[in-house]
């Protein structure tokens, strides 16, 4: 009898540390690293990342460096989902390039920073130090499987807030990948001008 009271507990608290699924803040802004390691379109970048989740749309202002002998380029790209436009502003030369976002594959659609409902929970973890007061933070680590996009999803969460620190894609088919961090998170939307394309914006030439 004891034993079986002692299990219980034990369930009890394992259960108890398991987080719930959760929604991140639907607007915030962050700087943001993406890496894509693939051999013939690798590329890293760093960006301030604003994410609007209420009107459907990011923007980010990059740094871009697209691997092997090639020179770094300051992009500010706009993604207006509700419109399907995207707009890529090259912020050297000012030229603006409208193109749609109704692109076929796995990269259809708005993709919310949330953990999606059905993910599996793959534990709790700190990120820092839990030996040093005020040196660590913890989080939780999630898997999804988007099978209609043929991707895997991986991503990390602080358990306080559900703020994004981590994405990571796995495409099954294409065997493309994707890493993205966040850090320096802020809350809300401080500057919506990052949402407006400039005039002089006009369409992809193919």
């Known amino acids: 009898m004891l034993r079986l009271i002692a299990f219980v507990t034990a369930l009890a608290a394992v259960m108890a540390q398991r987080p719930e699924v959760c929604q991140s803040p639907d607007q915030w802004s962050a700087n943001m690293d993406l890496f894509d390691p693939v051999e013939g379109h690798q590329f890293a970048l760093r960006a301030k990342y604003y994410y609007d989740k209420t009107n459907l ?4 202002m990059e740094e871009v460096d697209a691997g092997r002998n090639s020179t770094h380029r300051f992009v500010h790209v706009i993604e207006l989902f509700a419109e399907h436009k995207r707009y890529d502003i090259d912020l050297g030369t000012k030229d603006c390039v409208e193109s749609s976002l109704n692109r ?7 993709h919310p920073h949330d953990v999606p409902e059905g993910a599996e929970f793959r534990g709790l973890f700190y990120i820092g130090s839990d030996a ?4 660590h933070i913890e989080a939780s680590a999630w898997d999804f ?8 999803w991986h991503g990390t969460f ?5 703020i994004p620190l981590r994405s990571d894609r796995f495409n099954h088919t294409t065997f493309g990948a994707g890493f993205e961090e966040f850090y320096d998170v802020v809350p809300g939307i401080s500057d919506p001008n990052v949402f407006i394309p400039p005039s002089n914006c006009h369409p992809q030439k193919f």
Not at 57 to 60: C, F, G, H
Not at 145 to 152: E, H, L, T, V
Not at 158 to 162: D, K, L, S
């Open 104 to 110: 076929p594959g796995p990269m259809e659609g708005f």
């Open 145 to 152: 499987m988007y099978a209609d996009r043929g991707y895997y």
């Open 57 to 60: 749309r990011k923007a980010r």
């Open 158 to 162: 602080t358990t306080h807030g559900c």
């Open 132 to 135: 040093v007061e005020e040196g």
